[in-house]
């Protein structure tokens, strides 16, 4: 027999074990039912995104759909009314969204690479890490600054207004750097429509247009990049500027780059051994 305060003992103990049994089984009917609500849950989604995808390809379009994750390659989409549709991470790559309306929609972190959105509605669109490497933005519709969080870069017709003046500079020198200056001219133009007084860009330009044997174009830059230097209150680059614009219109008879701007710069005052560094701060961070 136990005695009274064994037996009080033993039945504390048993009251506690029953308790935590009960607790027990209660967290495993709540996990259960939160696994399962979980699972109708998602099955629920992919489904919502599989009616939200057929109904899209079959209509053209679907206005505020759920198409996160979508692969949607090479589709055919123009002119699709895709309006304030849920896109981010969708795969996007090489399809046609030709005159597509993709006003509002969120495109964040999806693939858009070397797909062709000529006239596309991209007002209000959310662009943050999408890949328009490639694509043709030709005629689209664009938020001012909108592909500044976008990685655009060899783009088709990327308007100067649709990125900042930092990210165009930056595409410039890094086509400079891989001698591409036809290319490089252009984004110091688009640059130079948003900040016309950034001195170090005229420099750039001047050196792109040297490197094509545009002497007079080039000289043109140089002096006035001079102008702004001088304005700066830095008179050794207002000179030097000032010599290699004298420098690069020598011997116009003289046809094709073939390293012209660099090679007289170079001998006259070492300008271009000292600006492309300058130019190259730039660089970081990049935009793209």
């Known amino acids: 027999m136990l005695k009274k305060a064994d037996r009080k003992q033993w039945h504390?103990?048993?009251l506690i074990a029953q308790t935590m049994r009960r607790r027990l089984t209660a967290f495993m009917v709540i996990l259960v039912g939160s696994t399962a609500i979980l699972g109708i849950a998602q099955r629920s989604g992919a489904d919502n995104n599989f009616k939200h995808l057929v109904q899209l390809l079959e209509t053209g379009t679907c206005m505020s759909c759920s198409l996160e994750d979508a692969d949607l390659m090479h589709a055919d989409l123009r002119a699709a009314n895709l309006e304030k549709a849920k896109l981010q991470r969708a795969d996007l790559g090489r399809a046609q969204l030709d005159g597509a309306n993709?006003?509002?929609a969120d495109l964040s972190f999806a693939t858009?690479?070397?797909a062709s959105l000529r006239g596309a509605d991209l007002r209000g669109a959310t662009l943050t890490g999408t890949d328009l490497i490639g694509a043709d933005l030709s005629g689209a519709k664009l938020d001012e600054n909108g592909l500044s969080s976008s990685h655009w870069k060899d783009a088709k017709g990327v308007q100067a207004v649709a990125?900042?003046?930092?990210?165009?500079?930056n595409a410039g020198v890094e086509e400079v750097l891989q001698g591409r200056y036809p290319e490089a001219e252009d984004y110091?133009?688009?640059?130079l429509m948003r900040r016309p007084d950034a001195a170090i860009t005229w420099v750039a330009r001047g050196i792109t247009r040297a490197e094509q044997a545009k002497r007079e174009l080039a000289s043109r830059d140089f002096a006035f990049a001079a102008e702004l230097y001088e304005q700066q209150e830095q008179p050794e680059i207002a000179k030097q500027l000032r010599d290699g614009a004298e420098q690069v219109?020598?011997?116009p008879a003289q046809r094709g780059g073939n390293g012209v701007g660099s090679s007289i710069l170079n001998s006259a005052t070492g300008l271009f051994q000292q600006l492309l560094p300058i130019a190259v701060k730039f660089l970081s961070p990049l935009a793209f």
């Open 188 to 191: 110091f133009n688009k640059a």
């Open 112 to 114: 858009l690479r070397h």
């Open 163 to 169: 990125s900042d003046y930092a990210s165009l500079h």
């Open 249 to 251: 219109k020598q011997d």
């Open 12 to 14: 504390s103990k048993f």
């Open 102 to 104: 993709l006003n509002g």
